[in-house]
């Protein structure tokens, strides 16, 4: 298992930007897919993006389709979502799992067991 660590939330203004960033320690992190997904107030956990091990494939959700970019440092340890154009709907709590090795393999999982905690972002208008 690894240990997840999210950072980089905050308080943004519509239209802007903001990188979260996923750490990881402990096990074997860039031989894991990981995935970030967001938990709004009132709603269900969302997908939101995910990458393969090596970093050479994606996927993402529709909501974020064209203004997120997932991207990984297998050297650093760490995944990033750069996200941008943000909308109040995007306010939630952003969490990041590894699970897999594919993205296939996290998008929809119901059995990942590494999770980290979760940083908050929040889109003003």
């Known amino acids: 298992q690894v240990q997840l660590v999210e950072s980089g939330g905050g308080l943004v203004q519509v239209g802007g930007s903001l990188t979260l960033s996923c750490a990881a320690s402990?096990?074997?992190?860039?031989?894991?897919?990981v995935g970030w997904f967001r938990r709004a107030p009132g709603k269900d956990r969302e997908f939101v993006a995910a990458?393969?091990?090596?970093?050479?494939?994606?996927y993402y959700s529709d909501s974020g389709k064209g203004r997120f970019t997932i991207s990984r440092d297998n050297a650093k340890r760490t995944v990033y979502l750069q996200m941008n154009s943000l909308k109040p709907e995007d306010t939630a709590v952003y969490l990041c799992?590894?699970?897999?090795?594919?993205?296939?393999?996290?998008?929809?999982?119901?059995?990942?067991?590494?999770w980290g905690q979760g940083t908050r972002v929040t889109v003003s208008s």
């Open positions: 799992a590894a699970h897999g090795q594919a993205t296939t393999d996290i998008v929809g999982a119901m059995n990942i067991e590494n």
């Open positions: 402990g096990g074997t992190f860039s031989s894991y897919a």
């Open positions: 990458i393969n091990w090596a970093g050479t494939s994606t």
